[in-house]
């Protein structure tokens, strides 16, 4: 039985049920519904017009059936139910009377069953109804328009049957008595499960081994892969309530967040910087899928990469990029491509590394036909946009910096991927190195060289980290604090493998640097021109253009391209990671003796004094030869993908960096030629960074002057880290007089950590420093220890911190004189840190401001933390929003504070207190003489919590806000608040939003005192 009410309290997971299946599974619930009469025909035509939302669709259908009373819901039910069965079942022998003399109403009594049988016959049936006049040829190519499946040509059909008088309906019925009845559902036929065999071997295939690695050694993906942290950033509540945390996922629940951001949407898109693990995050979704592991929902996943992609120059249609450019069914490609086009929710695409196509994204050109050839960016943005197979599924990876807010318009769900937690990093080295007592050397290595071990959060890093061990455990590691040591570590190593046993066994020597100059020019050049052209594979003709032989294939960094994509061309090569490709294009423009050292300005964007915008967009006029070579190379830089040169930009700091210019100078002739560049790479990125501070508005009057930093900004403080020269860094902040550093939302984790860190410590004076919404985590806030002399504030908000962290940040601020507040809104703290925040607040007694909120504090918690505040006399505020402190933490809280000579501000919001705590609170408010606004909405005060609270008031003559909201109090408790507030003239406002007040009396009490809010 379904009531009405039930129906409608079921609403939503209705919708949901509705829209979760494909156009085509909402249609077949409407052909039941039809054919018992549920749907008028006119209620029909208002579900079935083209182009509408199918959410749309699906709350219309509902409030359709709603308006039949409880038989249309009941029917409703029973429909779906039906249609979910439909698919699943071979078909039963129609039952309906081919010489009805009503046929338009026999058609549509038996329509689900007839639709049936036309199924793979509409071709044939449309060609004898065109023959015998009762279609006219406009009519049949409307109906056979490729963007509908079978299953919808042949409900148009129908639905011609119904409003053409003419004998259509008689014939069709006939017709499709004859036809044979389908004995199987079209995907479960020979050829369709041959070629769904076909492509889960071949994908099992692809997916087995770490693509990534070089010969040396074969990891089973299985073996290696370590769960990757994933994100997805939750919708806000109504305006004003604090934002919820990003909910973290595994990978088998990808598909589980429904339209975050688009409901219609079928696009899931995942973003994640360089080497954050990307492409493996998808390759182990497919190998999942092909072992039968996950993912079962779907029928065929076709991987593409877009790298690949973007070479397809020859126009192509959906059909031959799935079939062509990834799996080739040897039988009945007609039937599989139906199969494919009837059940796009059975398909999932994935297309890694958007940033990699040069393409932009655009929603320009529409193109609907499955069979039509057009360009391969048409293609692919047609499907991200569901012009072409709507409701297939889709998996985009990307870098962050190619996402438009126009691709985002046709995006379902948007998933972070921050890399390895520290168990993370542990687990995957442990994974990567069985043999006794290794792994355990190597994370104690790691956990004492912090700047190594946050690089190690980023997959890539963590690998180089475990390939390079040897090297690592030999030299303690301790001298590698950049990205760019990390880099020159595994050039050391493969070089070293590439060599004789008893050549230069220590190290990289300039021996060995020197002995392998022309492999890395060759390779350099190769990685130079491939940036510049947007080119990641690379044919044995760009090879031999930039001379790269067999022996500097042998090297190492360079491996076969993914198969997939480009067949026909002879073994492509790629670098092992785009981030190698871009160390080797810093090598060439540092090493090769061609590039004049002016070239770097380009490299960094960086204007030089009085050229003007025009002068920079176009390549120099070549008037000297070097100034020739310089504008061709220039016009190279820039064509390049801006990040990937942002990325190069900061491996030639780090090249230039005192510390390797000597190794390089001793394997280059030109010492002088490696000085003038490093003094033009000072000059730019000390010029870049001035440029952005001056960009900044004058401060709003009343206001600290803020920076709201750009990724441009965190990009020039890393490329200053790599440098590692503490003058520089002076020197590059000396003109910045912001009071607030904002890089909200900037994807900081704790390498860019050590370079704020690095950089920021030398600031003249104190600046708030504000990091929420990142990924700071435990290993961040390490690094930004040095640092926090500088800070007068610190917000962290949702940034993944625990105990552990901000124990050893508050042990660090206790000496620190300037930092006064402290904001670490949701992130995962508990009782066990409650300790270091109570020495906080007794130690520092400058100290201003405490937010807590949103975090695992309970009453233990707040219990220890109230000895800290009886010993303090500066904190204004403190934030507990969203714990779970309960009556017996507000009641030590409130103990606590009743003395305290400063707190403005306290926030209680959403803490399970009840009318004990009310209690507490109400003996604070009559002894406390200072706090200006409580806030303990969404509590259980109800009217016994506030009568005691209005006692309390009675006597208090500093609260002005009083904040009540959600929280049962009935009119009996806002009398008991008239009441006080007679006697009260210091209160200004009491919110009472969301509690058990009838609209009349909300309307008589505050026509009765104006200050009480609803
Ligand atoms: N989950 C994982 N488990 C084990 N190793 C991983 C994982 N993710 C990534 N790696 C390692 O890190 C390397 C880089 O990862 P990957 O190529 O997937 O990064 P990406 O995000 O696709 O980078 P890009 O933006 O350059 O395409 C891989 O080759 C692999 O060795
Ligand atoms: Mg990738």
């Known amino acids: 039985m379904c009531t009405q009410e039930g129906f409608q309290a079921q609403r939503s997971r209705l919708v949901g049920l509705l829209v979760s299946g494909s156009l085509e599974g909402f249609e077949s619930i409407l052909d039941w519904l039809l054919s018992w009469e549920v749907l008028s025909w006119e209620d029909y035509e208002s579900l079935s017009l083209l182009g509408q939302p199918l959410s749309l669709l699906a709350r219309r259908l509902l409030d359709i059936v709603w308006s039949k009373g409880t038989w ?43 639709i049936r049988r036309l199924y793979s016959h509409v071709e044939g049936v449309l060609g004898l109804a065109r023959e015998q006049g009762f279609i006219s040829q406009y009519e049949c190519d409307g109906i056979r328009l490729p963007v509908f499946t079978s299953s919808q040509q042949a409900r148009r059909l129908l639905d011609l049957a119904t409003v053409k008088a003419n004998g259509l309906a008689a014939f069709l019925l006939q017709h499709a008595q004859e036809l044979p009845a389908l004995m199987a559902l079209p995907c479960e036929a020979a050829a369709c499960r041959k070629y769904v065999s076909k492509l889960r071997t071949t994908i099992a295939a692809q997916s087995r081994f ?29 305006p004003g309530s604090p934002q919820k945390s990003p909910a973290t996922l595994g990978l088998e629940e990808l598909f589980h967040m429904h339209g975050q951001l688009n409901k219609d949407a079928d696009t899931v898109l995942v973003v994640g910087e360089a080497g954050s693990g990307k492409s493996t995050l998808l390759q182990r979704l497919h190998l999942l899928w092909a072992a039968g592991r996950h993912f079962q929902e779907f029928l065929f996943v076709f991987p593409f990469s877009c790298r690949q992609l973007q070479h397809l120059a020859k126009p192509l249609s959906l059909r031959t990029l799935l079939f062509e450019h990834c799996c080739w069914p040897d039988v009945g490609q007609q039937d599989v491509f139906r199969v494919l086009l009837d059940r796009p929710d059975r398909v999932l695409l994935t297309f890694d590394g958007f940033d990699e196509f040069r393409f932009r994204f655009s929603d320009g050109e529409r193109h609907c036909s499955p069979t039509d050839p057009t360009s391969v960016q048409n293609l692919l943005f047609n499907l991200l946009q569901g012009n072409l197979l709507k409701n297939a599924r889709k998996v985009l990876t990307s870098r962050p910096e190619a996402v438009s807010a126009l691709l985002r318009k046709y995006v379902c769900v948007e998933l972070g991927l921050k890399g390895f937690s520290e168990e993370g990093i542990e687990l995957y080295m442990r994974k990567h190195h069985r043999e006794p007592g290794v792994a355990d050397r190597l994370l104690r290595l790691l956990r004492a060289t912090s700047a190594l071990h946050g690089l190690c959060r980023l997959p890539v890093f963590a690998w180089i980290a ?229 960009s900044i508005p004058p401060a709003v009057s009343g ?71 990142n990924s700071v985590g435990d290993m961040g806030v390490e690094q930004l220890l040095p640092c926090l002399g500088v800070c007068k504030a610190l917000y962290l908000r949702d940034n993944n911190i625990s105990d552990r962290g901000i124990c050893k940040l ?18 995962k703290l508990t009782d066990d840190c ?69 707190l403005k501000w306290l926030s209680l919001v959403g803490n399970n207190i009840g009318s004990m705590g009310a209690q507490a609170l109400a003996l604070m408010l009559e002894r406390n003489v200072v706090l200006e606004e409580l806030c303990l909405e969404e509590n259980h005060l109800r009217d016994e919590g506030v009568g005691s609270l209005a006692e309390g008031l009675k006597r208090n003559s500093s609260l002005k806000v009083l904040k009540l909201s959600n929280n049962c109090i009935t009119y009996f408790g806002a009398e008991a608040l008239l009441q006080a507030l007679e006697r009260n003239d210091t209160i200004l406002e009491v919110w009472l939003r969301g509690n058990a007040f009838s609209p009349e009396e909300m309307g008589e009490l505050s026509r009765r005192d104006t200050r009480l809010l609803f």
């Open 72 to 114: 249309g819901c009941e029917q409703l039910i029973a429909a779906i139910q039906e249609a979910q069965a439909d698919g699943k079942t071979p078909e039963q022998h129609g039952r309906w009377d081919p010489h009805s003399t009503h046929p338009a109403h026999e058609l549509q009594s038996h329509r689900p069953a007839i």
């Open 210 to 238: 770490l693509s990534t690695y070089d010969g040396a050694e074969n990891l089973c993906l299985e073996d290696i892969y370590t769960e990757n942290v994933l994100e997805a950033r939750m919708d806000n509540g109504p």
């Open 466 to 694: 475990s390939r390079c061990h040897r090297e690592l455990l030999q030299d303690g590691g301790g001298s590698l604090r950049t990205t760019t040591d990390m880099y020159l570590l595994i050039l050391q190593h493969f070089l070293l493998h590439a060599s004789p046993p008893d050549t230069a066994p220590h190290g990289l020597g300039p021996i060995v640097l020197r002995g392998r100059l022309p492999t890395l020019l060759h390779l350099g050049c190769l990685a130079f021109r491939g940036l510049g052209t947007c080119c990641y594979v690379f044919s044995g003709k760009q090879l031999q253009a930039a001379q790269v032989d067999a022996e500097d294939i042998s090297l190492g960094f360079l491996a076969p391209a993914k198969s997939q994509g480009v067949p026909g061309t002879s073994a492509p090569l790629e670098f092992l990671h785009i981030t190698f490709q871009c160390f080797f294009a810093a090598l060439f423009l540092v090493l090769s003796a061609d590039t004049p050292p002016t070239l770097l300005r380009h490299l960094f964007n960086c204007r030089r004094p009085g050229s003007s915008p025009l002068a920079r967009l176009l390549p120099r006029l070549c008037v000297q030869g070097s100034e020739c070579r310089e504008s061709g190379l220039a016009a190279l830089l820039q064509k390049a993908e801006p990040h990937n040169l942002q990325i190069t930009a900061a491996f030639l700091a780090g090249l230039l960096s005192r510390e390797h210019r000597d190794l390089l100078a001793e394997c280059q002739a030109s010492g002088k030629a490696l000085l003038q560049r490093h003094a033009c790479a000072r000059w730019c990125l000390v010029r870049s960074l001035r440029q952005h501070f001056h």
């Open 703 to 773: 206001e600290a002057k803020s920076l709201h930093a750009m990724p441009r900004f965190l990009w020039l403080v890393r490329s200053l880290y790599e440098m590692q020269e503490e003058r520089l860094a002076r020197e590059a902040v000396r003109g910045l007089s912001v009071g607030h550093l904002k890089l909200t939302f900037c994807g900081v984790g704790p390498p860019e950590c050590t370079a704020l860190a690095f950089v920021l410590r030398h600031l003249r004076r104190p600046v708030a420093l504000q990091l929420d919404h």
């Open 810 to 827: 508050i042990e660090h601020a206790l000496p620190c004189e300037q930092l006064q507040k402290l904001a670490l809104f949701n992130n």
């Open 834 to 902: 409650a300790h270091s925040m109570a020495k906080l607040l007794a130690c520092k007694q400058n100290f201003l401001a405490l937010r807590l909120g949103n975090n695992r504090f309970t009453a233990v918690g707040a219990t220890v933390l109230a000895e800290g505040l009886r010993s303090n006399s500066s904190l204004q505020f403190l934030g507990f929003w969203g714990n779970r402190v309960g009556d017996e933490g507000a009641q030590a809280l409130a103990e606590a504070l009743g003395g305290h000579q400063s």
